[in-house]
């Protein structure tokens, strides 16, 4: 009866001997949690820490490699740039020189068919000057004989009789060059070739 009136005076306060058996349940748990469940945090906890900074470190590492790769690359890429630049100004240098041998060649070989023509044209004005030497003096002979009368069949007459004839023509021509202009021509010719052409005169 006692009791029934005890319980039933207080329904929220539980006994002291679960309140007892309670606090032993807690702190067993609690040295339980203390023990082993503690430590195993704070090692997932430090190991996942360091992978977090490892992998910060990672990537920063990462970032920093990758920095120094594309300095360089971009310093080969100048490099490159200044190479290509280099090989083009050499390449235009090398062209440059070459044109100019060219042109040295060109002209070289220019100068050369020019002194080539120029021989052959001395000799072709050579060759025409003698064929018109002979001929002239061929016909300087034959009008020689007849004008003076006399037989230049020999050799040595009629190369005499030539020269003396060229020599008359010659000295003819500078004489009219260097006369009075009321001087005739035709008188002093005259007189020059009766003196030069005289019948019986030694050849």
Not at 18 to 42: C, D, R, T
Not at 69 to 76: D, P
Not at 79 to 101: F, H, K, S, V, W
Not at 114 to 140: D, F, K, P, Y
């Amino acid at each position: 009866m006692i009791n029934i009136a005890a319980e039933s005076s207080n329904p929220l306060i539980p006994p002291v001997g679960e309140i007892i058996i309670g606090f032993i349940a807690f702190g067993v748990l609690a040295f339980v949690v203390m023990k082993f469940v503690a430590p195993q945090f704070e090692k997932a906890f430090v190991a996942r820490r360091d992978a977090i900074e490892g992998g910060m470190e990672r990537a920063e590492a990462m970032q920093a490699e990758a920095k120094a790769s594309l300095e360089q690359y971009r310093a080969q890429l100048a490099e490159a740039r200044n190479e290509a630049a280099q090989i083009r100004d050499t390449a235009r240098a090398e062209g440059q020189q070459i044109l100019e041998e060219l042109r040295a060649q060109a002209q070289e070989e220019s100068a050369r068919i020019v002194a080539r023509g120029e021989e052959q044209l001395a000799a072709s004005r050579q060759q025409v000057v003698n064929e018109l030497r002979g001929q002239i003096g061929t016909m300087a002979v034959q009008l020689a004989g007849r004008v003076v009368g006399e037989s230049l069949e020999d050799d040595a007459r009629r190369r005499g009789t030539v020269d003396r004839f060229l020599d008359e023509l010659g000295s003819m021509s500078a004489s009219t060059s260097g006369a009075p202009a009321g001087t005739p021509s035709g008188s002093t010719g005259g007189s020059t070739g009766a003196t030069a052409y005289t019948p019986g005169a030694p050849a």
